[in-house]
């Protein structure tokens, strides 16, 4: 899974160490040398598991797509982003402060056993 590119549709066979790589980045984090330059790729598409060649010459619209599956694999990369968020009361309401009180709720009135404790038989109830 590449940590570059998280939308990736294919995985790329690198021509010069037969490899299998997401992105270039994760090429050169796993290798001392440079990748090869190549007309004829070689891809996986993930969405089928299938190996197909495309000639970057003679590339068209098309050609954006898996020739098994119809995946299309040319996508506008989705890449991590930092970010930093401030959580306020105004602002997100996801963060809602409970306003019950813990001393008057009790684990054994929200039990599927009514109010019975632990180890109660149903007969007892």
Not at 13 to 19: G, V, Y
Not at 116 to 121: P, R
Request: charged share 35%.
């Amino acid at each position: 899974m590449c940590k570059h590119v998280l939308n990736a549709q294919v995985a790329i066979r690198a021509p010069c160490c037969k490899r299998w790589y997401d992105c270039p980045e994760c090429h050169a984090e796993a290798n001392d040398h440079e990748l090869k330059k190549s007309f004829e790729m070689v891809f996986a598409c993930k969405k089928c598991k299938k190996v197909f060649r495309k000639d970057t010459r003679e590339y068209e619209e098309s050609d954006e797509y898996c020739p098994h599956c119809d995946n299309h694999y040319v996508v506008e990369a989705k890449t991590p982003q930092m970010a930093i968020n401030i959580e306020s009361a105004e602002g997100d309401h996801r963060m809602i402060r409970d306003e019950r009180d813990p001393t008057k709720a009790r684990r054994a009135d929200n039990s599927i056993f009514g109010g019975g404790g632990v180890g109660t038989a149903f007969g007892d109830m």
